[in-house]
């Protein structure tokens, strides 16, 4: 009898100890994000403000590109759930302006990864080293490898050419009333072209890599044949990808356009 009670004692604990792990089971499922996955997707935006606030920190790794279960780790707890299927095409939650396109493997930046080329075009391009592409981002981080980082953005060359010449013939044009202004202002002698995702105070001069070229200006005129480009204008810093202002960036989509007319008449 004895050793009944003990037994009763032992199935009581067993169950109690059951009831309380499917409880905090539950508290930790109700904590789970309820979003789609898509909203874990590391984009550009995310990546600046991150690496803003520490050098070292690193973004989430991308959810997984199907509906299959992933796993999420939370409070050193394993569990599982599943989203459903990824879109291929989507634009920055803080820039409208910018769009990621998934380009699977192999691609200009990996023979066996995904990555997301940023342009900004909304329109799915099936050419994947297009010059209309700024540059990619992995859409994955390799096994063993820290997660993907701003400093993981690949750069394309054949966009820069691009940006440049939409902004000299830009500048030929007078599409930009900022620029024009500008030039007023200065009256005599060089101004800078400044990317408008960090501008300098006014009478400053902006940082090397935010300047995209500049001009001769005489007697409050733009003289648009004396553009130079910056060499050290980078596409990708700390404050995000290339922003122009209004009307430079409006002959730039325009000029992406044809780029993408021309390339898909050659497929």
Known sequence: MFSKSILDVAKGTSTLRGSLRVASNR???????????????????????????????????????????????????????????????????????????????????????????????????????????????????????QEAGLNDFVENPRFRDVLQEAIRDGLKEGVDEIQIN????????????????????????GDPDDILGSVRVEDGIILPETYQPMPSYRLCTADGVTQLTEGLANKLKAVLEERVATERARL
């Not at 790794?61 to 796993?71: E, G, K, M, N």
């Not at 930046?109 to 540059?135: K, Q, R």
């Not at 072209?193 to 001069?205: E, F, K, Q, T």
């Open 27 to 145: 508290k930790l499922l109700s904590t789970l994000p309820t979003r789609p996955c898509s909203s874990y997707i590391p984009t550009l935006s995310t990546l600046s403000s991150r690496f803003r606030s520490s050098r070292t920190n690193t973004l989430p790794s991308p959810p997984r590109l199907s509906s299959t279960p992933r796993l999420i780790f939370t409070h050193r707890t394993l569990t599982t759930r599943t989203y459903p299927p990824e879109p291929t095409s989507f634009s920055d939650p803080t820039r409208p302006d910018l769009f990621y396109h998934l380009l699977p493997p192999p691609n200009p930046v990996s023979p066996a990864l995904p990555v997301f080329a940023l342009t900004f075009l909304a329109e799915y391009h099936p050419v994947a080293d297009s010059s209309t592409i700024v540059g990619w981002l992995p859409a994955a981080a390799q096994a063993g490898e």
């Open 182 to 205: 500008g030039a007023k202002q200065t009256q005599e002698g060089w101004m800078h072209i400044h990317d408008a995702r960090n501008v300098p105070a006014l009478g400053r001069i």
